[in-house]
Nanobody, 122 residues
């Protein structure tokens, strides 16, 4: 059974930082592009960040570029999202995703985690 398990969500004040983790099992981790989506209450689920198989290439949504950093550790089957300079607009459930080529559109996502809630207070 393929599992993507997120952790690290919580409450943080505006301007603060948080790091999310996603531990993957049940697949060959290094063969998959990984990424993150987020969904705020009443809004669509939006792409946040992507990282390639080896971690050489990354891609970010404009809304988080320069503030968020995605990394991966293939030895630990784990992907991370470092979030800095957080604002209330970043409040959402964050989902870890995996795809065999890319994850920049939901149609290309093969596996979804259950999500972890990030709340940014003003």
């Amino acid at each position: 059974q393929v599992q993507l398990v997120e952790s690290g969500g919580g409450l943080v004040q505006a301007g603060g930082s948080l790091r999310l983790s996603c531990e993957v099992s049940g697949l060959t981790f290094s063969n998959y592009a990984m990424g993150w989506y987020r969904q705020a209450p009443g809004k669509e689920r939006d792409f946040v960040a992507q990282i390639s198989w080896t971690g050489s290439n990354t891609y970010y949504a404009d809304s988080v570029k320069g503030r968020f950093t995605i990394t991966r550790d293939n030895g630990k089957n784990t992907v991370y999202l470092q979030m800095n300079s957080l604002t209330p607009e970043d409040t959402a459930v964050y989902y870890c995703v995996a795809g065999d080529h890319k994850v920049t559109h939901p149609d290309y996502v093969d596996y979804w985690g259950k999500g972890t809630l990030v709340t940014v207070s003003s």
